[in-house]
């Protein structure tokens, strides 16, 4: 899974150590997630979602369209 | 602005894990040197390995508590870490144990073998960590 987190943390001119304070986990959970070594938990997850005010949508995506997402859109 | 806990702070909640590693690694060579130099019953070979179990067992309770107070990353890569340590100590255990059934590493001692899943176990934390990092 991929994610915006790197540019939203950016765009809000944090620290790695900053974000890590807000969500109340540690610098190195930031950094795995950010370089997407490591999904969060759904919690974790909206937590995030509720700081930057935006959707689970919006934040996180998946690294290849879904699978079926081909018989679901025809052109 | 709330900022994850400090440098100190951490090295800190790491204090007591590295000091029952210590000791663990301290009653063990003692353990080894007793053994070598005193025959079995004798009250200092007894005394060192209780404090050799009881050094095992309040790193086992240690880390539990160390581990529980961590976040959900850290708690992931400590299964990780344990996912790895498992298997390897059983295959280590196994492989230990046909080779002095069959005369090979003779000079081993099964009763060394708790202290080695420690190592194993610390390899396998070391190498869940880089994996992550």
Redesign the interface.
Known sequence: MNNRLKVLRAERDWTQ??L???L??????V???ETG??D??LP?AFKIGRLFGLSLEEIFFPDQPERGAALRDPI | MPTPASTPARLAGRLPVAVCLTLLAGAWIAHLFLRATYHPGHPLRLLVSVVLIACVALLGWVQTRAVGSQDEFARTVHAAALAIAFPTSVVTALALGYARAEGVLTHTDPHDLPALMVAIWAASLALAWRRYR
Do not use: D, E, M, T
Not at chain 1, 24 to 29: E, F, I, K, L, M
């Open positions: 150590g900053q890590a304070g807000h109340g986990v540690s610098r190195q959970a950094n795995a997630i070594k490591y969060p938990s974790l």
